[in-house]
């Protein structure tokens, strides 16, 4: 138990369908991220959330639509996805991005959400 | 950008065996840490360093943050069974993000 819970696990959806992702941390974290991780590529980051303001976006596409309505719980909002992408999709939570010093940036993990894209 | 390049990508052992891993970036960091994956899991924190030339442990893990502050190994001794998964290291400069390499395969043969 890593204190960051997403659900659900597995989805499975249509390219027409609209699902939402939720990730819920329990740390008093205030930095949270989703990650799209796929067969044999390295981690990668789609979204910074630091104190709910979205800091970053990796040029992620406008289908994945993020909400972080307070520093505790982030969503991830799917609609007319493509079979690409199917993956697994992980939420991390830190204390900050801010925070240079010392374990400031160490991101813990929740177990994923499996998602396939029929 | 900042790139790791993490090797092996995959490795085959008989139980018991030493397993040693590493990571190289193109660039500096100041954060080193190494994380475990298992199937239908997310990443899991073994081991954080902070300082060129920590060495760490936990368990029969021990991990160094390389002088040149550009590398990073991992070590597994003596391994047994459930130390198969997937490693990942992952490196940060200040208050930059994290990168991560792309990962090691870890299988055991009892």
């Known amino acids: 138990e890593t204190g960051v819970t997403q659900t659900p696990r597995h989805l499975v959806m249509g390219m027409t369908n609209k699902k939402s992702l939720k990730c819920e941390q329990h740390?008093?974290?205030?930095?949270m991220y989703w990650y799209k991780q796929s067969a044999k590529k390295p981690l990668e980051l789609m979204f910074v959330?630091?104190?709910?303001?979205?800091?970053e976006n990796n040029s992620v596409p406008s289908r994945f639509s993020p909400e972080c309505p307070n520093s505790s719980h982030l969503f991830l909002h799917l609609h007319t996805l493509q079979p690409e992408d199917s993956a697994l999709y992980l939420c991390?939570?830190?204390?900050?991005?801010?925070?240079?010093?010392?374990?400031?940036?160490?991101?813990?993990f929740g177990a994923g959400t499996r998602l396939s894209v029929l | 950008g900042q790139q790791l390049n993490q090797s092996p990508q995959s490795m085959f052992i008989q139980e018991g065996e030493d397993v040693s891993m590493n990571c190289t970036s193109s660039?500096?960091?100041?954060?080193w840490l190494w994380y475990k994956q298992e199937p239908g899991e997310g990443p899991v924190l073994l081991i954080a360093?902070?300082?060129?030339?920590e060495l760490t442990s936990n368990g029969r893990l021990t991990a160094q943050f390389g002088i040149t502050r550009k590398d990073s190994f991992l070590n597994i001794s003596a391994s047994i069974p459930s130390d198969v998964g997937i490693y990942f290291c992952?490196?940060?400069?200040?208050?930059?993000?994290?990168?991560f390499g792309q990962g090691t395969r870890l299988t055991i043969n009892p």
């Open positions: 991390a939570s830190s204390q900050a991005v801010v925070t240079s010093g010392r374990g400031g940036n160490i991101q813990y």
């Open positions: 740390l008093g974290h205030n930095a």
């Open positions: 959330y630091n104190f709910k303001e979205q800091t």
């Open positions: 660039s500096i960091f100041n954060t």
């Open positions: 360093l902070y300082k060129a030339g």
């Open positions: 992952a490196g940060r400069w200040g208050a930059q993000k994290l990168v």
